[in-house]
């Protein structure tokens, strides 16, 4: 994995060896154990199984992972910290408790969680730290009578919001994986968020189209996709990955299967075992292909969505 050495955290009264240290941020995208209600079929959990059986080692140290990431979660409270309310009584009661929550006076003694703040206190420090961020900035206001200006008004404040979040990792972790997050599953548009229904009506179309929901990430993401040029930082590209006619990879439309998580987990740690980390790179496994797709993100790259 790399070129990471075991270490030992001794945070408890028994110290713990293990070989790297792995810090997730962001959304249901990783914490997704509400909707496969079971670790086992969480991002997080499926990523250290995943990185801890290519280490094949017997008795070797295990991977160690920090899920910092919260359900519901926009780009403004990546930055700001707010209450994990969807997953919050879901984790403690799996036993995956939300690491450092603080009781605020100014919150009404609700549990605040900031993962910004929760990453500079883990002792070592991670090796890698994965962030996907963004979608909820677009849910939040799909349903918004004012969504002709809702809408870029929220795209405005993500791409204000993210450098400012990569720079905070950045203070604490050197080796960022950044995550563009998948697009919802098209069939179930109706039923549930109307995602796709809901940009057709910001820009006037009469009918949901994935052209157009496709059109906005790449208006989202250009920013994204330029800042992780100039700083050498690998991207996980979900929008060429998932298809979003493939059922099975969605729950609710917007949330990641058991399935989807596993194809999530496979990425990340695809990218965390082979990543050189001297540029950056579009990782992307599309559907009925069996590898991994890595394409170097070099000056005057159009990154389009093209499933």
């Not at 979660?73 to 707010?82: A, H, Q, R, Y």
């Not at 979040?165 to 995550?179: A, F, N, R, W």
């Not at 940009?199 to 006037?204: D, F, K, L, S």
């Not at 990218?271 to 790179?281: C, L, T």
């Amino acid at each position: 994995m790399g070129n990471f050495r075991s270490r030992t955290m001794s945070q408890t009264s028994k110290a713990e060896t293990y070989h790297a240290s792995i810090a997730l941020i962001g959304d249901s995208t990783i914490d997704n154990v509400v909707w496969t209600r079971s670790l086992d079929g969480c991002v997080a959990h499926q990523l250290k199984a995943q990185l801890d059986a290519k280490r094949n080692i017997p008795s070797s140290p295990s991977v160690l992972i920090h899920n910092l990431a919260a359900d519901g979660f926009t780009s403004d409270d990546v930055l700001k910290g707010k209450r994990p309310a969807i997953s919050f009584n879901t984790r403690e009661n799996l036993g995956d408790p939300f690491p450092f929550t603080t009781i605020s006076e100014g919150h009404k003694g609700v549990p605040i969680f900031k993962p910004l703040a929760c990453l500079k206190r883990l002792d070592p420090k991670p090796d890698v730290c994965v962030v996907s961020i963004g979608g909820n900035d677009v849910r939040e206001i799909l349903g918004s009578p004012m969504i002709t200006m809702d809408l870029p008004a929220a795209v405005d404040k993500f791409q204000v919001n993210y450098p400012l979040i990569l720079k905070e990792i950045t203070s604490t972790c050197k080796k960022v994986v950044i995550m563009l997050q998948y697009r919802p599953e098209f069939a179930t548009d109706e039923v549930y968020y109307g995602v796709y229904r809901g940009i057709a009506n910001a820009y006037g179309a009469d009918e949901p189209s994935p052209t157009l929901v496709n059109g906005l990430m790449e208006t989202v993401y250009a920013p994204v996709v330029d800042l992780a040029r100039k700083l050498s930082l690998p991207i996980i590209d979900l929008p060429n990955t998932f298809d979003i006619h493939d059922s099975s990879m969605y729950i609710s439309q917007i949330e990641p299967s058991a399935e989807g998580g596993e194809l999530i987990a496979e990425l990340i740690a695809h990218v965390i075992e082979n990543h050189p980390w001297k540029h950056s790179v579009l990782y992307s496994k599309p559907p009925q292909s069996s590898t991994v797709n890595a394409v170097v993100n070099q000056e005057g790259i159009n990154w389009r969505v093209t499933l």
